[in-house]
């Protein structure tokens, strides 16, 4: 596996402790090029503080990380911008690395917020930073994806479209997305790997496998396990009527 | 034509505002504020020094400053006090040390005025020249941490996780301000090199709408207020620092009324 030159970002056994208080521990996974996984848990399950491991955001961690692209895109799950500066959409889009001009352009286009370009970034409304923040994180054409539940506060039919997007530059790109989400119904459709936490990985796999685990029964109930599964039954082609799942 | 003790202010003062208005904006940006008096403060001590050493008091200042800065960050690290206090306990006890250290040095007459408020008579051609070479050396290295720098200042994790290194260039920056404050104490005074820095790039925020156009006016405001700084000074014969203070606190003023006609037009 470790040979695996489609490997982007490597966790071995990660762990991180805030005053002997462990946030997260004892995780493990890998994003390769061209895949999506998707890190489902509780609130307070330790998605984020995997995902800012991932990206050596936190440096004194347990465990090993190991990353081999430096071509980054991050949407934070919180960010915190200070109004002292004067900065626009277009100031926003260019923050860590210089782009073309259509490229910004495309990003914005994409996420649908092409009219903000020129907008001061504090008068957008909460869905529309949103959008804005996916087009930066997208528009580098990053090789590694990192999205903190990119489409919090979005309009539903937007929410719709923006994973399809998702889907859409992992292919199109073939970069790696390491995927935080609340949205079992969006977003499994498109999942190659599942990792579900629970201050520790509680169980991994495919969405289907995920699924059948008890442990995964418990932390989310019964009817998620059928939502995951229902979404599995799509992408086989055998599913019915809808609601009624059957079981490979 | 430096012959003239006026020409000679007036060009040290140029030198100085191209310095401080890009340098300014991220002073208040980054909510340095504090942090730029606390060096400025401990200035003194560096003057004191470079008179007893027989040092030359650019570079003296420059090496005092930088040190503070270092001992800042290790008790921000080692203790539980809020920052605000560190920057006082800081500022005050370098200024009393160098106060202290002055009444020591009997032997050389000290123009305490001059050191605190700026001295226009003061500044010969050596401090022009590094003024000139000092502040084409700062802007080139912030030019070159430009982009890590401000990434972090909009969001620290952002710049981090795309690999930007803002530790570094916050590192770097720190540098840079004891740097300003070592080529600029002659001309404006030790307690009001920061107001030089915090005035033009406030004026500037009022009237701008995107960082570069921030950067830009507050360079002018810095320009404009040492012209008018430096001619009411040798009209009025008052004090350089403070005649150039009071200039740029004439811009702000004036740069609120945009901000009373922008709230208009969007009512």
């Known amino acids: 596996m470790s040979t695996n030159q489609n490997i982007l970002v490597k966790l071995k056994e990660a762990g991180f402790r805030v005053n002997d208080k462990w946030l997260v521990k004892g995780v493990s996974l890998q994003v390769e090029k061209g895949k999506i996984v998707t890190l489902i848990g509780p609130n307070g399950s330790g998605k984020s503080t995997t995902a800012k491991i991932a990206l050596g955001i936190y440096k004194k961690i347990d465990g090993e990380v190991e990353k081999y692209t430096d071509k980054v895109g991050y949407v934070p799950q919180k960010i915190s911008i200070d109004w002292t500066l004067p900065l626009r959409v277009y100031d926003f889009m260019v923050l860590t690395e210089n782009l073309k001009e259509e490229d910004i352009n495309e990003a914005l286009s994409l996420t649908g917020v092409i009219h903000l370009k020129n907008k001061n970034l504090g008068d957008l409304s909460g869905g529309e930073f949103q959008r804005v923040l996916l087009a930066r994180a997208i528009s580098k054409k990053p ?80 009817q998620a396990s059928q939502i995951l599964s229902r979404y599995e039954h799509r992408h086989d082609h055998i599913h019915t009527s809808e609601g009624e799942i059957k079981k490979n | 034509m430096f012959d003239d003790f006026f020409i000679r202010a007036l060009f040290a003062g140029i030198g100085i505002a191209f310095v401080t208005g890009p340098l300014g904006c991220f002073v208040v940006w980054r909510r340095l504020s504090y942090f730029g008096d606390t060096l400025a403060h401990s200035a003194l001590l560096g003057v004191t020094l470079a008179y007893t050493l027989e040092f030359n008091i650019a570079l003296s200042v420059f090496i005092i400053s930088s040190l503070i800065a270092l ?47 700026g001295d226009i008579l003061a500044v010969t051609v050596d401090d022009l020249l590094i003024i000139w070479i000092g502040g084409a050396l700062i802007l080139l290295i912030l030019k070159l941490i430009w982009k890590p720098l ?28 004891a740097a300003i404050i070592a080529i600029s104490i002659k001309m404006v005074g030790l307690l009001l090199i920061t107001g030089m820095l915090i005035i033009p790039a406030a004026m500037a925020r009022n009237i701008s709408s995107s960082p570069q156009k921030m950067v830009l006016y507050s360079i002018i405001g810095g320009l404009l207020s040492v012209g008018l700084g430096l001619f009411s000074s040798l009209e009025f014969n008052t004090a350089s620092g403070p005649s150039i203070i009071a200039a740029s606190l004439l811009l702000f003023v004036l740069s609120l009324l945009n901000i009373k006609q922008s709230i208009k037009l969007k009512n």
């Open chain 2, 150 to 177: 401000f990434a972090s200042t909009v969001n620290y994790e952002l710049a981090e996780a795309e690999g930007l290194n803002p530790d570094r260039a916050k590192a770097i920056f720190t540098i840079l301000m």
């Open chain 1, 143 to 222: 090789e590694l994806l990192v999205l903190d539940e990119p489409v919090q506060g979005v309009d539903f039919t937007g929410e719709i479209a923006l994973y399809e997007l998702i889907k859409k530059i992992s292919d199109e790109l073939n970069c790696g997305i390491l995927l935080i989400s609340h949205d079992l119904h969006t977003v499994m459709s498109a999942t190659d790997h599942v990792v579900c936490l629970n201050g520790h990985v509680c169980c991994s796999g495919t969405p289907i496998d995920v699924a059948k685990n008890n442990e995964y029964k418990a932390l989310f109930g019964e």
């Open chain 2, 71 to 117: 001992i800042l960050i290790q008790l921000q690290k080692k203790t539980n006090l809020p920052g605000d206090a560190l920057l006082g306990l800081l500022a005050h006890s370098s200024l009393a040390v160098g106060l202290v250290v002055i009444g020591f040095l009997t032997f050389i007459r000290f123009d305490i005025m001059g050191l605190l408020f």
